[in-house]
């Protein structure tokens, strides 16, 4: 069976998810280059899952690792996710698809679907500075410890009231440590804590000097601080990057949620299948 025909056979199987307003896109599409020439750089949450009260609790809608998997053929493989998360935990939340991705903000990296993962970074955690950090959960109830391998995360998304204690307690961490390598990285209603030597842009760099994504045009779509370094070097390979849920300056548009990220990923997907039709 031939590609196109297996794709509508999918199609008719697998209806594209409802939960979509078609009318919202936000990003002219002309923007983007043929996929052929694109890389496709995509944050996981807040960019293309809805955050939830807990990181635990977020899940892939239907049709997106569908999507996800044609446009990972569709650019030769050039498609990686850019998370905090490891490549372990993207996977499960993935599962059973995997993806190309930079894992641990850049701490390790995967290259294509079948590839071992490549530790860039992977410096011990002292566990000195692992157990006061730690101990931070312990001021409120609703504090949430994270383990992400290669940083820790303080979330307090059930509980806001805590935020400037939180940043307090590790500010006198860092005083009492001020030779531990690390840095302070605060999101959305999550403080977390990694080592300094690595960060999503040098993940991103490095992904970008290896097959399949060398040489071509980045489009990155983010929507932390954490991502911000990411869209900083989006100009040194010409590339594109977005930014969801807010406005940054320098991008070069943005998403007001990650449902419209889909939907976009979506409709890049439609209009090279016109293209080649026509
Ligand atoms: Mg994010």
Redesign the pocket.
């Known amino acids: 069976m031939s590609q196109d025909l297996l794709e509508a056979t999918l199609d008719e199987q697998f209806p594209p998810e409802q939960e979509e307003t078609p009318e919202f896109v936000p990003v002219p599409h002309a923007l983007v280059p043929h996929l052929s020439e694109t890389a496709i750089l995509l944050?996981?949450?807040?960019?293309l899952l809805d955050l939830m009260p807990t990181p635990r609790e977020v899940w892939v809608p239907p049709g997106l690792a569908r999507t996800l998997n044609r446009l990972l053929r569709r650019t030769s493989g050039a498609l990686a996710l850019v998370s905090g998360r490891s490549l372990n935990d993207i996977d499960l939340i993935f599962a059973p698809d995997q993806f190309p991705a930079v894992g641990g903000h850049g701490a390790e990296m995967r290259l294509a679907t079948d590839a071992e993962a490549v530790d860039i970074h992977a410096p011990p955690r002292e566990k000195e500075l692992k157990r006061r950090l730690a101990a931070i959960a312990k001021l409120s109830p609703g504090i949430l410890l994270e383990d992400k391998g290669y940083s820790l995360a303080l979330h307090y998304r059930l509980a806001p009231h805590a935020e400037n204690a939180i940043y307090e307690a590790v500010s006198l961490i860092r005083a009492d440590l001020p030779n531990a390598p690390i840095e302070v990285l605060p999101g959305k209603l999550v403080c977390e804590i990694k080592h300094s030597g690595f960060t999503k842009a040098t993940g991103v760099h490095e992904l970008m000097s290896r097959e399949p994504f060398k040489g071509r045009r980045p489009l990155f779509i983010?929507?932390?601080v954490t991502?911000e370094s990411v869209f900083g070097i989006m100009p040194e390979f010409n590339g594109l990057s977005f930014s969801v849920g807010r406005r940054v300056r320098g991008v070069d548009g943005h998403f007001d949620a990650p449902r419209d990220v889909r939907q976009f990923l979506a409709r890049l997907l439609d209009d090279e299948s016109a293209t080649a039709a026509s």
Do not use: F, L, S
Request: proline share 0%; net charge negative.
């Open positions: 944050d996981i949450d807040g960019t983010g929507d932390d991502d």
